[in-house]
């Protein structure tokens, strides 16, 4: 699967039953599947997102939203349960202002579901990491 990496934006080949295994770029190094969720904005978003062949859960929040601050560590163990099978980010709807546009963003937090950029299904409000694993699946 192509894989691109979040911090220098180089498409990797990694191999499936390698994706749990912590793989790393090979341009720069960094880690591609750690499981950490990953910051995006309308400058990286779409090398990033759309450069997964892995289906990429999209949090839009912003940092005056109490849901969405809530949720977030919530967000962050989905990301650790779906290691190696899905990519987990998060974009600042107020800081991008393009993408939350693009995606018609209308409240917040909202969920977005991408399979090779393309959106698949969508949620809003603030869920815990069972729902959002068990959403994702």
Do not use: Y
Request: hydrophobic share 40%.
């Amino acid at each position: 699967m192509l894989i691109t990496c979040p911090h220098c934006q180089t498409k990797n080949r990694v191999p499936d039953e390698r994706a749990t295994q912590d793989p790393v770029c090979g341009h720069c190094g960094a880690a591609l599947l750690s499981g950490e969720v990953i910051e995006l904005n309308d400058a990286n978003f779409d090398a990033v997102a759309g450069g997964s062949e892995l289906p990429v859960l999209v949090d839009f929040w912003a940092p005056w939203c109490g849901p969405c601050r809530q949720m977030a560590p919530q967000f962050a163990l989905a990301g650790q349960q779906l290691k190696g099978r899905a990519l987990l980010v998060k974009v600042n709807s107020d800081a991008s202002p393009q993408l939350s546009t693009r995606f018609a963003i209308r409240s917040i937090p909202t969920l977005v579901q991408l399979r090779q950029g393309q959106e698949v299904q969508r949620r809003s409000g603030a869920l815990q990491a069972g729902q959002i694993v068990q959403w994702l699946a």
